[in-house]
C-alpha cells in the first residue's frame, strides 16, 4: 500500500509511519510540485486538509484521506470533488482539550489574571478563591471530544449539560438537549464551551439575541470554531456585562487581525488556536487502525458525512 504523507511536519510522521507499519511505502516532501506528482500514485493520503485540499482543486483524489485534524472545513469548499472517502481525526483530542477547559475554568474560578494585574500594580491581593464543585457547564457539541471534557469535569464537582443534533440520555451528562435548548441552558449554567464543528447550521450561532441569556457571570469557551461567533456582539455583550468574560480559541480569521476588537475587549483572553494540538504519535496510531480497516474493507473512524459536513 503506497500512503502520500501532506504535513508541516511530514519527517517525524514519515519516521513514526514506517515504524509502525513498515510494510507500506511511504511517500512525502515539502515540495508542493513533488507532492502533487506523488498523489497522483497514492491511493491512500495522510496529512492537514488545507495542504490536501490543494491537491484536490488540481484534479486529484484518493480512495480514501485521513485528516489529521478534527475539523476538514478546506477540503468541504465548493467546487472539490468529493468523489472519495474521508475520515477526520477522532478520539486523540479529547483529554488535551478537556486539560485546556480546566485550565481556563479554575483561573477563572480563582481569577488568576486579577492576581497577576495586582502583582503588576504591587498590590497584596487577599481575595478568596472560589472552587469548581457545585457548578454548571453546558458542552455545546456532546460528540467524541465533548463527551471526553464531561468526564474530566466530573471528579471536580461540575455538573455537565449537553447540547447534540437531536436530545438523548447520555452519562455523564445531567441532560443532552437539542439545539433547540440552547438558549434555555445558556441561562443555567456558569460555563458555556462550544465544541460544534463548522457548518451552515453553526454560523452566528453566538449572537447578541443568545448571550444576553447568559448568567452575567458566566464564563464563554469557544474551541470550536470561530464563524459560531458574532464577534461583535460578543464584544458588545462583555461591555454590557451579559457575561463575566470569553476565552476564545478559534476566530473567523486567523491569525487576528491587528485592528480587530478582541485585542482590547475587556473580559476578553485569546488563547491562538493552541487548544488541542495534534500529536503525531497518537495520530498514526489512529491511521494505522483505520488503514488496517480500509484494507479489510471494515468501517472506519471518524469518516465523514459530506451532506452532513463531519
Known amino acids: ?28 516532501t515539502g515540495d508542493s510540485a513533488e507532492l502533487a506528482g506523488y498523489a497522483a500514485d497514492c491511493p491512500v493520503w495522510l496529512g492537514q486538509p488545507d495542504l490536501l485540499a490543494t491537491l484536490v482543486r488540481q484534479g486529484h483524489t484518493p480512495a480514501w484521506l485521513q485528516s489529521t485534524w478534527a475539523g476538514i472545513t478546506p477540503l468541504l469548499a465548493e467546487g472539490l470533488s468529493r468523489n472519495y472517502r474521508l475520515t477526520r481525526a477522532v478520539g486523540i483530542f479529547g483529554q488535551v482539550m478537556a486539560e485546556f477547559v480546566l485550565t481556563y475554568m479554575l483561573g477563572h474560578e480563582r481569577e488568576v489574571l486579577a492576581r497577576l494585574v495586582s502583582q503588576v500594580e504591587r498590590k497584596w491581593d487577599s481575595r ?53 435548548d440552547l438558549p434555555r441552558l ?12 463548522n457548518t451552515p447550521a453553526t454560523h452566528d450561532l453566538y449572537n447578541a439575541k443568545l448571550f444576553a441569556q ?46 480587530h476588537p478582541f485585542w482590547t475587549a475587556w473580559g476578553l483572553l485569546l488563547t491562538g488556536h493552541s487548544a488541542a494540538p495534534t500529536s503525531p504519535a497518537a495520530m498514526v496510531q489512529l491511521f494505522v487502525e483505520n488503514l488496517r480497516a480500509f484494507e479489510a474493507g471494515t468501517a472506519l473512524r471518524g469518516e465523514v458525512d459530506f451532506t452532513r459536513g463531519y
Do not use: W
Open 214 to 259: 447568559f448568567k452575567p457571570t458566566a464564563l464563554f469557551i469557544n474551541v470550536g470554531r470561530g464563524v459560531a461567533v458574532v464577534d461583535a456582539d460578543l464584544v458588545e455583550a462583555l461591555k454590557e456585562g451579559h457575561l463575566a468574560g470569553a476565552v476564545i480559541d478559534v476566530c473567523r480569521q486567523e491569525p487576528l487581525p491587528q485592528r
Open 128 to 180: 478568596l478563591g472560589q472552587s469548581l464543585a457545585g457548578r454548571k457547564a453546558l458542552i455545546v457539541g456532546a460528540g467524541d471530544i465533548g463527551l471526553c471534557v464531561a468526564q474530566f469535569l466530573q471528579p471536580f464537582g461540575v455538573e455537565t449539560f449537553g447540547i447534540a443534533s437531536s436530545p438523548r440520555a447520555q452519562v455523564p451528562f445531567v441532560e443532552v438537549g437539542g439545539m433547540a
Open 1 to 28: 500500500m503506497r500512503v502520500l504523507i501532506a504535513e508541516h511536519d511530514y519527517p517525524l510522521y514519515t519516521q513514526l509511519l514506517k515504524q509502525a507499519a513498515p510494510d507500506i511505502e511511504v511517500l512525502s
Open 186 to 197: 445558556v441561562g443555567e449554567v456558569d460555563y458555556v464551551i462550544n465544541l460544534l464543528p
